[in-house]
């Protein structure tokens, strides 16, 4: 699995983005899919994710801002973001996690996302 991720940018702080990561490869409907972020000198923290039942999860400090979404048809996840804070400046990457006896993370190359405030 190769993912791609794309969509960061400077944006002042109120505004929007919408991430996106494109996989290529076989995903299996068992795979989770995730959206995680890396700030500077802080350590990589899980955004947005899919569970294996199909419902979605936020770090709190996202929720009711941030929107992950899937386009099964297109292998493509997105994440919308709005009333984006600085402190949401970051690294974003996406994640696949596979567990067939041994989980193995697939990660993209990371987005830059900067909030001006």
């Known amino acids: 699995v190769q993912l791609q991720a794309s969509g960061g940018g400077l944006v002042q702080a109120g505004g929007s983005l919408r991430l996106s990561c494109a996989a290529s490869?076989?995903?299996?409907?068992?795979?989770?899919m995730a959206w995680y972020r890396q700030a500077p000198g802080k350590q990589r923290e899980l955004v947005a994710a899919?569970?294996?039942?199909?419902?979605?999860n936020y770090a709190d400090s996202v929720k009711g801002r941030f929107t992950i979404s899937r386009d099964n048809t297109k292998k493509t996840m997105y994440l919308q973001m709005n009333n984006l804070k600085p402190e949401d400046t970051a690294v974003y990457y996406c994640?696949?996690?596979?567990?067939?006896?041994?989980?193995?993370?697939?990660w993209g190359q990371g987005t830059q996302v900067t909030v001006s405030s």
């Open positions: 994640n696949v996690r596979r567990n067939f006896g041994a989980i193995r993370d697939y």
């Open positions: 490869g076989t995903i299996f409907s068992s795979d989770n």
């Open positions: 899919f569970t294996s039942g199909g419902s979605t």
